[in-house]
């Protein structure tokens, strides 16, 4: 294949220089990755090879621009294998995986140039430098240090391979689980079967079936699927069927994820101690905010007593209602989200089918377009006129101060070709080094598609399409100036602050008289069903905290093991809950054989806490409009968008949120926002 004819390796004369995806084929990968690794490695041979004394922009700004075609490429590619995953692109993605490792490796280790770096790097006291330019000085000799620049001889061919067969290893794990989420279907065909479905479940799973080419209705593993089922299906056998098919991905015989999660463990210890740390958790977690597992646990500990309080005492609400209905009272997994929905109606008169007419996914995505331009001036206007990977995927042109600024593609149903879960990804980086790129950012739902009439949202859906919108609005409104340092690049534990803050405002009432309104009607979500779900906001937070509290001091527990031969996940999955204590009918949210935040990549493993470490500055963030009385406070808004949305890494994390904030965040608003202690 030349590259005249690789769609990949020629310039993309289409609006806004997006990716030509009508034109792209899986084939196309391979050779283009090829010539673009020489493409790259030989733009950092240039730099290293400079006669000139190494400074900051023959050297930092250089590298920072460098391997743009490559990087423009391996996005695509990424996004494609995680939303419209052919298996011609899942074969390539096999065999590529070990090879982008590999290249990241040879770059992270290039000699010539890691000279030129240290000598910046060891002068960087004596150097004028502004604040973004120490930052991605700072990033870059981490990264290189990282990735094994400072290891000789057989250490550093040993590491290299390591990050290679690591990559293979985690691409194998993620395609185990997406099989086993593609390939499951509970059919449901006579009204006994149906019973207790409302209308929306109905019709979404009606259109899960036409997309299956199965006659009547199918429950996926979707979350938007399983989960109403959960909570409404009476037939209590197929609850436990649904429920023990969900618990079980990556167990599947022939596909069982177990050998590639204990390779992937083994790894990563020997990855670690090849760097001087004494396991992988404490290597993970010196570069992020926490800095230690002990902080990690510091945290925990404030919640994960209390959360298991609180879970006791909803299980005792379950096991009364479950009595008055006639139910068995011994609440098991797969009774939870039913008798819960039981609970919630009882007590606060809520019902998802009362609520879901008013959360239309036209409505909501209007409305979380609305807070952009009211917190940071954004507007949106779609496009039709441009090929995109899949039908279903929106195009909006984003703009600020009337000019464009940016692209956000809405890619919001499930299918069986996108991997489950809600993320948000880029297909182009905001930059200024060298030519200006405008971002160009994704967010990807797994709402059940409607079958006729418009998608209708539950609160859950709603507050999820905030919170990876969120993450988008910190891709676009990023605004520096190096690659490195731009939009997401900040450390796990802080990159989930603008999206856990944005649900928010989903909840803000003039937001909700404004876009909540009734699809049939067009009359606005009464008040006083308004008050009702603001007065369910801690109802069943015990629950909830104690399944995702469980996964993450397992997941901490799992990467402070020294075992050079890996841990069977199974074993320490059960030892572990049994040690802590985790209700065996609240068990985990993520179980370990399908915890792909652990083992598809690196970015969440000894790091599944983020959440609850951004959450505590996210309840911080969001108490200063409350002091306020003005969800949209101008001033507090200006200060959001300098602090937080735009200023990517080119900020000390710390500082910029003190800055916005005045004060040092405490835990307590975290803690009263779910329940655990008295408001």
């Not at 149906?194 to 299956?212: H, N, Y």
């Not at 470490?613 to 300098?642: C, H, I, M, Q, T």
Request: hydrophobic fraction near 45%; proline fraction near 5%; aromatic fraction near 10%.
């Amino acid at each position: 294949m030349t590259t005249s004819s690789n769609p990949l390796l020629q310039d993309w004369a289409t609006p806004h220089q997006l990716p030509p995806f009508d034109l792209i084929q899986a084939e196309h990968f391979a050779p283009a990755f090829d010539t673009l690794f020489a493409e790259h490695l030989a733009e950092i041979d240039a730099i290293a090879a400079n006669p000139a004394a190494p400074d900051f922009a023959n050297t930092l700004a250089a590298f920072d621009a460098a391997g743009a075609h490559l990087t423009r490429v391996q996005l695509l590619f990424e996004n494609l294998t995680l939303s419209e995953a052919s298996p011609a692109l899942q074969a390539v993605e096999l065999e590529m995986a070990p090879k982008l490792a590999a290249h990241t490796s040879r770059v992270g280790m290039h000699e010539g140039f890691f000279v030129r770096l240290d000598a910046i790097y060891q002068a960087r006291q004596q150097l004028e430098l502004t604040e973004e330019e120490r930052r991605l000085l700072d990033r870059v000799y981490t990264d290189f240090v990282r990735t094994g620049a400072k290891l000789a001889g057989a250490d550093r061919t040993r590491f290299a391979w390591i990050a290679s067969r690591i990559a293979e290893l985690s691409a194998q794990f993620s395609q185990n689980v997406l099989a086993d989420e593609a390939e499951y279907k509970l059919v449901l065909n006579t009204e006994e079967e149906l019973a207790g479905l409302p209308a929306f479940l109905r019709d979404a799973a009606q259109s899960a079936a036409r997309e299956r080419h199965v006659d009547g209705y199918v429950i996926t593993l979707s979350r938007s699927l399983i989960v109403p089922f959960l909570s409404y299906a009476t037939r209590r056998d197929l609850r436990e069927a649904a429920w023990k098919a969900w618990v079980s991905r990556g167990e599947t015989p022939g596909r069982e994820t177990s050998p590639q999660a204990r390779e992937i463990l083994a790894l990563r210890h020997e990855k670690a101690i090849l760097l001087g740390y004494k396991n992988f958790a404490d290597f993970a977690l010196v570069d992020r905010m926490a800095g230690t597992p002990e902080a990690v646990y510091a945290l925990l500990e404030q919640v994960w007593e209390p959360a298991k309080r609180r879970c006791a005492a909803e299980k005792t609400e379950l096991e009364a209602i479950a009595r008055k209905l006639g139910e068995p009272d011994t609440v098991q997994a797969w009774d939870w989200f039913y008798l819960a929905e039981k609970v919630r109606a009882d007590k606060y008169d809520l019902d998802d089918a009362e609520i879901k007419p008013y959360f239309s996914l036209d409505a909501m995505l209007g409305a979380a377009f609305d807070c952009a331009g009211r917190l940071f001036g954004l507007s949106f206007a779609e496009r039709h006129d441009v090929p995109l990977y899949h039908p279903d995927v929106r195009l909006f042109e984003v703009s600020r101060d009337g000019a464009v600024m940016g692209l956000f593609l809405s890619d919001n149903y499930a299918r069986a070709s996108k991997r489950g879960g809600a993320w948000m990804h880029i297909y182009r980086g905001q930059s200024k080094n060298g030519a200006v790129k405008l971002p160009v950012v994704v967010n990807n739902n797994n709402f059940a598609k409607a079958s006729n009439g418009p998608t209708l949202l539950s609160f859950d859906d709603v507050r999820t399409l905030f919170h990876e919108f969120g993450h988008g609005l910190h891709g676009l409104l990023s605004n520096v100036t190096y690659n490195r340092v731009a939009g997401t690049n900040v450390p796990q534990d802080y990159v989930e602050l603008p999206s856990q803050l944005l649900e928010n405002w989903a909840l803000v009432p003039e937001v909700l008289e404004k876009h909540a309104r009734h699809y049939q009607t067009g009359q606005s979500i009464p008040a006083e069903l308004v008050t009702r779900i603001q007065a369910s906001r801690t109802f069943n937070q015990g629950f909830e905290t104690v399944r995702y509290t469980s996964s993450t001091l397992i997941d901490l527990a799992l990467h402070q093991q020294t075992d050079p031969d890996g841990v069977d996940i199974a074993t320490f999955e059960a030892t572990e809950r049994a040690r802590l204590g985790v209700p065996p009918e609240a068990g985990m949210m993520h179980r370990l054989p399908y915890f792909r935040h652990l083992f598809a990549d690196e970015s969440y493993a000894a790091g599944y806490y983020v959440y609850m470490w951004a959450e505590v500055l996210e309840a911080e963030a969001f108490e200063a409009f409350e002091e306020a009385g003005n969800a949209f406070d101008p001033a507090l808004s200006d200060k959001l968008y300098r602090y937080i949305y735009s200023a990517g890494n080119s900020r000390e994390q710390k500082l910029a949120f003190r800055t916005f904030r005045g004060k040092e965040p405490v835990a307590a608003p975290m803690l009263r926002k779910r329940g655990l202690i008295e408001a």
